[in-house]
């Protein structure tokens, strides 16, 4: 029997048309996966989040009004996708934003270096180790003799007995990648015989008696002009946003930045949804081509074209993420990440191949994978740990890194300790109803006046950018200021009536943050009582998470020296309303250091200096991993946490 | 300005029809290269072979009657479709034979073995010294402990710690396959943590001081049953036909044998027209393309298919071909072996992946390409003198390979030399009018009465195939009965009149083999005496080539002890013909012994045997390359043999 199918147009605010056929009674929301049209559903599809909002302009699909999607609304032809069964050939608008994931790939100038402060003091840090510049690859110019004397040795084996000779090796130790072997008869004979060749030392030179090894991985006519630049990328794949650096690995010099938005956000905004996703038919891949071909490599080749550089000259790759982005991006099977007693495939990658990834730079760029520490504190900890240098202190140091998901740290020199908690997205705007991401139209600041209860906000973007959702470092901000000018209670209930509060017909109150007729999108931008009651949980998962591994070890809240806060999300933290809030533990302000995107810098790390990338696997190694989850004693702390500030406001005096 | 295009419609007999745009101008057969259809071409498209006959149904060509079509059939429609230029919209009728080289794979049942005396013999020796079952890859039974007692060790670490403990090797020392780490996670829980895993050891560990390492290429769950087949594959990549064994890696059983038609054939007969193809635009990856997409790697799959394998369980893969073809199959740029002074990109490739090469095996399966020894002597006689075991010998050995070129070895234990001669394709149909390859419908063999000058013939196929052309084999008998019966002279000229001579307007005579009344295609199959000319320059070629390296050596031919002849074209050859005509030296019959495709033979030993690659490595860096072209004498040699036997008869005498 052949299934019937209807066909949907997809009309994309500011884009073009997008047609497909529909399965009938298929989701408009599956619809549009399928489609590569991006909706935002952080709930991944169960009608919680109310943000998959289409238009219908004609036909008919399967649903109801409910509390995203007003009667009014319904009547205008407002939906859920995700709630929407399509049952007719139908016509859908949806926002420009679908498409956003796909376009939103951002790159800087050659040479502009975002939080130039942070990585400054971290390449600083690193020059003080001795961890500059041992990429391991260098460009050796080689003159080689014709055939004019009759020697008709092939080029290849021309080319092996000269870096032999140069370096002192036995030919059966150089190595000649394909790509080199495929370039190799033109480059001679452009110049003469002489070649600029690009090798890559095996094993690390500095311990004695170590082997050395070499590949040729390229070659280039000796009269190249400009020399050919040997780059390398850093890359951290977040559950959101894919960030990435490029490095020239001669002279160290970040030659651009980017990102790119996780093109795996469709199919859910946490990694819970995506391991879900990945065991359905054709899941993996779909996950894997989703974060590999639609997003890490556009990034490459975008940033590669920036500073006019072939991709197939990037050498060498370093990715850090979290254990479930990390197994997706090798097409790893991670359903066994969320299934107890929660084991992943691995924790270190092993040495893998850019071919085997498909990155699209040079074939045999080796590829390192920041190693993982246990189910949910991934690769970008170890790589974060590392940027921190909290593991050269003997005072004690807390990491935090603000995400979906909260990951944690805390140690010294002499031990370390990890675990996740599930924060849920909140920080990243899920969960909220008027939640985003923090790009343009977001609100990533504010004050409330106690007087007045009205608000100054500001909102990421062009000066004159309108608002249309609030982000997580906003967020804090407003939570923060109803508290502190008691608009609202310690369980996060309004107590405050005014033009700016709300209530709605169920007594669920809101505090109207931009009227609608001062926002981009011409709809009010609230903040309800369940929008506090779930960023309330976020908060408490971090903060009882802190708590908790700071009784494992008897350890008191004072002991810490220095808090490291990391992460995207991290960027504008307000770190006095944060302790204000409950969130981070009551310590003088000067302790806590925001490192920002520490994952992508430790990554830099690796991809400059192999030995980082050793010491990340020590660390990674040496790593005690906490799984909270099954940690008997958690959820009291995280029920405590669930106030504001805490339920035991003693751990909170002096804040003001 | 846009080009100018026509619409081109290809009804291939027997065939769907192929439909394409051509460039204003374009020749019908350029048209049909890019519509993938294989005309056949010899001679590259210069007009000279007239094989690439078409028959035009509708619209206008530029062309003109010629030697090859008469004023008769020219009005009829018929054309060639390299001198016709596309002009006009057209449709023409095309041979199914078009289709033939992408359709003509063949694949033995299972087990089938054809020569499997010669075989049988290549395994004894192999056996006699110690060369067998030693790929590298075995089967481990692994038992692993799950996280039942708390311990999360991720799979790959669980894995590696037990290999570790079970070769008593360091964990450093042992790869993992990508492949496997993607299987791993459900292997590993299909049977309550047992494994069997695919482990290839990476050195050879009969001499000791050598460190072993290993990786671990597959995984399976421990109750796969029947156990998994470790599969390899032995590929002889000829100019004309490609050749395939797939063999059971752990018992040494042969699983299956295939053929096909080398995809290349349609940009040129021999190597020099490939490697000019090559230099065009886009030529290389075409060329590339055409040999492992469209023929390698569907044998491959069709070869699995016949013995439910999946390619993936095929681990291990080697590789022979002349020169020419395996820069081509590694898409690296030929074109310095045609240009003096003849240098080729490689001898020996190093190691390489299947992946790199999009073969569709286990992405991580070694690659052997078999070393080459020269720029016209390739890897396939590297393999071919190997599988000869004519280097173990005390006395003097001949090694020949009959093909498009012929190659030559000539040696013993002490040492060995090889060159190669252009004879042209007429040993494969090329250049001869009525010439073909040894497929249904060729005369193979014949006989011709002297009295009657009636001839007996032989044709491939089923009981009543009808004669269409005349391949390699019966090329050599038929010009030795015309020869043998004096109706021809020692200049290849026509010097008797019968029923079957015929002289054209020119004077040009020719002999019928077969009238238009008995022959599949309605055309007579004739043999005339340009083709005779073109046949003595071809094994003129091969015997000038002996004596010039016996010169050289300043040998006897009477001290060549044995024989060895190789080659697919080489199957039915008649030693006693070859040595009539002057191909051959004139040894007794009992001195050569036909060893069919030695190329693909010794493959297989390098398969089965890491220590015959070594081997094979050292016999391609031991023999000496006598580059003809360039070496004074050859021609007069080449001159003297262009007669029939020979112009010094004396070197023929007592041949009946």
């Known amino acids: 029997m052949e299934e019937k199918k209807c066909n949907v147009l997809f009309r ?31 709930c991944a599809g169960n009608g919680s989040c109310g943000k998959c909002r289409v238009k219908l302009l004609a036909g008919t699909v399967k649903s109801e009004p409910d509390r995203h999607i007003s009667g009014k609304e319904f009547a205008e032809g407002h939906r859920l996708a995700c709630t929407s069964l399509v049952i007719s050939d139908i016509a859908v608008q949806v926002s420009g934003m679908a498409l956003a994931y796909r376009d939103r790939i951002k790159v800087s100038g050659r040479g502009v270096v975002r939080e130039r402060n942070i990585f400054r003091n971290l390449q600083k840090e690193l020059r003080e180790m001795g961890l500059e510049k041992d990429s391991g690859l260098e460009l050796a110019a080689v003159q080689l003799e014709g055939p004019e004397n009759g020697d008709v040795t092939a080029d290849r084996e021309r080319l092996l007995r000269k870096i032999a000779a140069q370096t002192g090796l036995a030919q059966e130790d150089i190595g000649f990648s394909l790509h080199a072997l495929r370039r190799i008869p033109r480059a001679l004979r452009q110049a003469n015989f002489s070649l600029l060749c690009v090798l890559r030392y095996e094993r690390v030179r500095r311990e004695a008696g ?103 000259n990037i050498y060498r790759v370093v990715v850090a993420g979290n254990t479930t982005m990390t197994h997706l991006f090798m097409g790893i099977n991670p359903e066994y990440l969320r299934l107890e007693p929660y084991v992943p495939a691995f924790f270190e990658s092993g040495p893998l191949k850019s071919a085997d990834l498909n990155l699209g730079v040079h074939p045999d760029a080796d590829v390192l994978i920041a190693p993982a520490i246990g189910s949910y504190v991934g690769g970008d900890i170890s790589a974060g740990v590392f940027a921190s240098m909290i593991f050269k202190k003997e005072t004690l140091s807390l990491f935090v890194d603000l995400g979906t998901n909260g990951e944690l740290a805390l140690g010294n020199s ?20 008027c939640g985003m991401r923090a790009t343009d139209g977001a609100i990533e600041a504010c004050h409330v006046n106690k007087d007045t209860m009205e608000p100054a906000i500001m909102v990421v973007g062009a000066m004159d950018q309108k608002p249309v959702g609030i982000c997580g470092s906003g967020l804090i901000d407003l939570v923060g200021e109803l508290f502190r000018c008691g608009i609202i209670n310690a369980r996060g209930k309004f107590v405050k009536e005014g033009k700016r509060i709300r209530r709605d017909e169920w007594g669920i109150a809101s505090y109207v943050v931009a009227f609608a007729k001062d926002t981009a999108n011409g709809r009010d931008v609230v903040l309800s009582e369940p929008d506090i009651d779930n960023f309330i949980r976020a908060k408490g998962a971090i903060f009882s998470a802190i708590k908790t591994m700071l009784a494992i070890l008897d350890f008191d809240v004072g002991m810490i020296e220095d808090v490291y806060v990391a992460g995207g999300i991290g960027g504008g933290i307000n770190m006095r309303q944060a302790i204000r809030i409950g969130m981070l533990p009551n310590l003088p302000v000067k302790k806590y ?44 702390e995280f029920v405590a946490a669930c106030f504001l500030p805490h339920t035991n406001g003693e751990l909170f005096e002096q804040v003001e």
Do not use: W
């Not at 056929?21 to 989701?27: D, V, Y």
């Not at 430790?602 to 909270?628: C, D, H, K, N, P």
């Open 12 to 42: 994309v605010e500011g884009g073009e048309d997008v047609s497909i056929f529909a399965f009938f009674g298929e989701s408009l929301l599956d619809a549009a996966k399928r489609a590569n049209l991006a909706l935002d559903a952080p």
């Open 210 to 312: 170590i082997k050395i090894g070499i590949t040729i991985m390229d070659v280039f006519a000796g009269n190249t002009d400009p020399p050919p630049v040997i780059a390398g990328m850093a890359i951290d794949i977040g559950t959101t946003t894919v960030s990435a650096l490029m490095v020239d690995l001669l002279t160290g010099e970040i030659l651009t930045m980017g990102s790119a938005g996780n093109g795996q956000i469709r199919y859910g905004a946490d990694v819970i949804s995506r391991i879900i996703e990945s065991a359905r038919p054709g899941g993996l891949e779909r996950l894997r081509s989703a974060v590999t071909e639609e997003c890490v490599a556009p990034l490459i080749r975008e940033m590669s074209e920036t500073v006019e550089l072939k991709p197939e």
């Open 414 to 433: 002499e031990f370390m300790m990890s675990c996740a908690c599930s924060a849920g997205p909140a920080f990243e705007g899920g969960d909220i109803i």
């Open 593 to 636: 250091h925001y490192i920002g995107n520490s994952s992508m810098h430790g990554a830099f790390a690796m991809l400059t200096a192999r030995q980082a990338g050793e010491m990340v696997t020590e660390i990674s190694r040496g790593m005690t991993y906490i799984e909270l989850s099954s940690h008997p004693g958690y959820m009291d």
